[in-house]
């Protein structure tokens, strides 16, 4: 079945960077853009961006232009999203989800990943 | 910061229904399909339904959805104790540059 397993619990420092990788399975890595998303304790979902991982190509939201960087390895059928300059409020849980088959750009996300938990402490 | 405004919380008995609403502009759901999200506590979202009103395989046929202008509903009914979550509207905006965004997220409690 079509699955998405991410990395594990992050604790960093302030003005630290942090990435999160996302393992796909179950279907071809390079069919289906990966988004991320991310949700501050007993908050909503905020979209970060997503990355063609067929060539690499990136669209991030303007909140996360110059210090987030979507990246993949199809070699393994992983994608990353580094977030640098990190701040307390990017303290968060971190999701890559499935979106809609190349060259479809804008629809639904479907699975998820299970999130990666990013502590943000001095 | 969502730009789609959804009710904070909706209730009901077992087996009624609730409809939860997702308001948004011209520049998002007045141009883009709606996809709705639930969220078991302490999990990632599930998709329940997309382009407006398509159920994905294996989501039952008691959660519908609906858009009209620059809204868009989802209706559970039959409501069962394990629909108890929080459930967000999804679409996309094209105001700046065209990116994604979700409404504020409704708490469905099943009383």
């Known amino acids: 079945q079509v699955q998405l397993v991410q990395s594990g619990a992050e604790v960093k420092k302030p003005g630290a960077s942090v990435k999160v990788s996302c393992e796909a399975s179950?279907?071809?890595?390079?069919?289906?853009?990966i988004h991320w998303v991310r949700q501050a304790p007993g908050q909503g979902l905020e979209w970060m961006g997503w990355?063609?991982?067929?060539?690499?190509?990136?669209n991030y939201a303007q909140n996360f232009q110059g210090r987030v960087s979507m990246t993949r390895n199809t070699s393994i059928s992983t994608a990353y999203m580094e977030l640098g300059r990190l701040r307390s409020d990017d303290a968060a849980v971190y999701y890559c989800a499935r979106a809609t088959p190349i060259p479809i750009l804008y629809g639904w996300f479907d699975p998820w990943g299970q999130g990666t938990l990013v502590t943000v402490s001095s | 910061q969502s730009v789609l405004t959804q009710p904070p919380s909706v209730s009901a008995a077992p087996g009624q229904k609730v409809t939860i609403s997702c308001s948004g502009s011209?520049?998002?759901?007045?141009?883009?399909?709606v996809s709705w999200y639930q969220q078991l506590p302490g999990t990632a979202p599930k998709l329940v339904i997309y382009?407006?009103?398509k159920r994905p395989s294996g989501i039952p046929d008691r959660f519908s959805g609906s858009k009209s202008a620059t809204s868009a509903t989802l209706g559970i009914t039959g409501l069962q104790t394990g629909d108890e979550a929080d459930y967000y509207c999804g679409t996309w905006d094209s105001s700046l540059s065209v990116g994604g965004v979700f409404g504020t997220g409704t708490k469905v409690t099943v009383l």
């Open positions: 382009d407006n009103n």
């Open positions: 990355i063609n991982p067929k060539n690499g190509g990136t």
């Open positions: 011209s520049s998002n759901i007045g141009k883009n399909f």
């Open positions: 179950g279907y071809t890595f390079t069919g289906y853009y």
